[in-house]
């Protein structure tokens, strides 16, 4: 866990803030006012992921940017299961507790079917969706990729993956650069210990060692589609994609064809060159796509 006033050299300026409610020590973000801005990461990183949206974005609501369970600046509890249902739960938790309204739900790799999973318990509560790079509640196009596919799945059955995963003080990079990440020219030592920070062993990779075993656990589809009922509500929300082509996690044809499922009018951008890590391959193209989306939608 992160120390709570740690700025990365000042590239982290925002002032921690913590709930407890959800049975651990939660981090997050909660920058300007006004309709609420709930910014999702998923694997390997934390809300760092998000740190040149937060200003922008708090022109428009009030960002709030948590850190799930096992990652960033967030407690790593030694006996939760962290699977998919725990990180719903506990953002569902939050939510409440901050009272949450006219939400938009920003979601990136597991923030997508971690906010897609509230999302659908709660249709009332959410304005608008923009999905980056994950997967929408729905079946993918028949013929397409699914992550099951692709080398990065692959990979996360082996046992090399596990030392890998254990010790991702030292493996981040290598592991985000395996998944997609492509404009790496602006990694420095600052950045290396922001991501490095929060897994100085192998207890403190917890979360970040189950995420990859969520991927195919039949618990995870029952978590997201528990509330399938609710899904003709949220289609009903305005909604967007963005979603960078060079992702080596989660196939294009699967991501843009299980939004384009639920949302078939909703705009979609594809960005030839940019991987999985849409936040730090193109910050300013998809943070200025999804404020442009929120005027748009107001």
């Given at each position: ?119 659908l318990r709660h249709p009332e509560r959410v304005k608008r ?170």
């Amino acid at each position: 866990m992160i120390p709570e006033h740690e700025t990365f050299d000042g590239t982290w300026p925002f002032a921690p803030h913590y709930f407890n409610g959800a049975g651990f020590r939660m981090h997050y973000v909660d920058e300007g006012d006004g309709e609420p801005i709930v910014a999702l990461h998923g694997e390997p990183t934390w809300g760092y992921l998000y740190r040149r949206f937060i200003p922008r974005l708090a022109k428009h609501g009030r960002v709030v940017v948590p850190d799930h369970m096992g990652f960033g600046k967030s407690e790593t509890p030694q006996d939760r299961t962290y699977s998919t249902r725990d990180h719903i739960d506990n953002l569902e938790a939050l939510i409440e507790h901050l009272d949450l309204r006219e939400i938009t739900i920003i979601g990136q790799d597991w923030g997508g079917p971690i906010g897609c999973g509230y999302a659908l318990r709660h249709p009332e509560r959410v304005k608008r969706m923009c999905l980056m790079n994950t997967v929408a509640p729905a079946r993918p196009p028949d013929g397409a990729p699914t992550v099951q596919d692709y080398p990065w799945f692959k990979w996360v059955q082996t046992p090399e993956s596990r030392a890998v995963l254990a010790n991702l003080g030292s493996t981040v990079l290598s592991v985000m650069k395996r998944i997609g990440f492509e404009h790496t020219a602006h990694v420095d030592e600052t950045w290396v210990r922001a991501y490095a920070t929060p897994f100085p062993d192998e207890a403190s990779c917890k979360g970040a060692l189950q995420f990859p075993r969520n991927i195919a656990a039949p618990e995870t589809a029952q978590a997201i589609f528990e509330h399938a009922a609710n899904l003709p509500q949220l289609a009903a929300k305005p909604a967007m994609c963005v979603y960078g082509e060079e992702d080596r996690a989660i196939p294009l044809a699967m991501g843009v064809g299980t939004f384009r499922a639920v949302w078939p009018k909703g705009p979609v951008v594809t960005l030839p060159g940019v991987g999985h890590f849409i936040q730090e391959d193109a910050p300013e193209i998809a943070c200025a796509l999804i404020e442009q989306f929120i005027q748009m939608t107001s």
